[in-house]
């Protein structure tokens, strides 16, 4: 392309050739230039306009805001909705780990509010910044997940606790007479019909007649009849080959295939059988032999502090009985 310039004065003339790549570049820098310029002339007409609060830019600029607003209002709302439904969540959890919590702390035999207290808490304060939304939804994220592995946590322990109670609950820990003293204790004595040495399979507590045989776990009754050397009879299966045995009673209260938990009363201290006066006969068998009931009776001394004072006269004997 050529461009011819002359000059009515000096009567002179030029000509610029110009090629098509240079064309291009000369329009595009004659754009851009346009662009600058409108783009300035637009901004500092729209701010003078906006500052001055002329009517057109004025009301421009209030759509403008208030579209940003808006904008700004629904990202909040939604933010605000999804938040509240994280600590809707949380919430539910939180109650369901209280109520795991007690009843693990129940299990456990510690006091719930021990745990409720709040822990004490101080230091001096360094102030920092305020957390970002980011932040802050990382920060519930982090702490549902945390809910969740306690919330597992605390149901492991509670299956395991219970199955621990379970099993405890079936060992013959509770002392099968309130009010009695201890007899004869288990092992070789005397026999009080023969003289002879004799193997004593159980142990002896002394009561008055009537008195009241409770189970010393919980089980399933067996046996309920009168045999010719224990008398009236009851023997309870706790489960894992633990029998135990109430004998010389003088009444039975429970019957064969009863269930009974512990403490239930089976039976009434009485000298039915081979005998020489009321008292309670009471052995535990494992695989049908027999061991020292008062290992049994001294493991759950500390659950039952009635028993304390029946344990503390175990040193007395009297072969007299049986």
């Known amino acids: 392309m050529h461009f011819i310039i002359t000059d009515a004065w000096l009567a002179k003339s030029r000509a610029i050739h110009l090629s098509g790549t240079k064309l291009l570049l000369a329009l595009i820098g004659l754009s851009f230039v346009l662009v600058v310029l409108a783009a300035g002339l ?31 209002d629904r990202f909040m709302r939604e933010n605000l909705d999804a938040m509240a439904r994280k600590l809707g969540e949380m919430q539910a959890k939180l109650v369901q780990l209280e109520a795991l919590g007690e009843r693990v702390s129940g299990l456990a035999g510690v006091n719930p509010a021990e745990i409720k207290a709040a822990p004490g808490r101080g230091g001096a304060l360094v102030s920092g910044r305020s957390l970002s939304m980011e932040e802050l939804q990382a920060t519930l994220r982090d702490l549902d997940q945390l809910t969740e592995s306690r919330a597992d946590l605390l149901t492991v322990m509670e299956s395991r606790l219970l199955d621990q109670k379970i099993r405890t609950m079936m060992l ?16 070789w004595r005397i026999d009080p019909f ?32 009168v045999h010719p050397a224990y008398g009236n009879m009851v023997e309870i299966d706790h489960g894992n080959d633990l029998v135990t045995r109430y004998a010389h009673a003088s009444r039975l209260t429970v019957k064969k295939g009863d269930l009974v938990k512990r ?10 059988g081979r005998s020489t006066g009321p008292h309670l006969h009471f052995e535990v068998l494992v695989q049908g032999v027999p061991q020292n009931p008062q290992k049994f009776l001294d493991a759950g001394q500390n659950a039952a502090p009635a028993g304390q004072a029946v344990a503390k006269a175990g040193h007395r004997r009297n072969p007299a009985s049986r």
């Open 172 to 187: 013959p820990t509770q002392m099968p007479v309130q009010f009695g003293h201890l007899g004869s204790p288990f092992g």
């Open 42 to 72: 637009y901004h500092l007409v729209f701010l003078k306009g906006a500052r001055e609060g002329w009517p057109v830019i004025g009301t421009l600029v209030k759509l403008v805001v208030k579209d940003e607003f808006e904008q700004r």
């Open 263 to 272: 403490g239930h009363k089976v039976a009434e201290v009485g000298t039915t």
């Open 194 to 225: 023969t003289g002879r040495s004799a193997l004593h399979t159980g142990v002896d507590f002394e009561a008055q007649t009537g008195a009241p045989i409770v189970a010393a776990a919980g089980g399933v009754v067996v046996t309920a009849e």
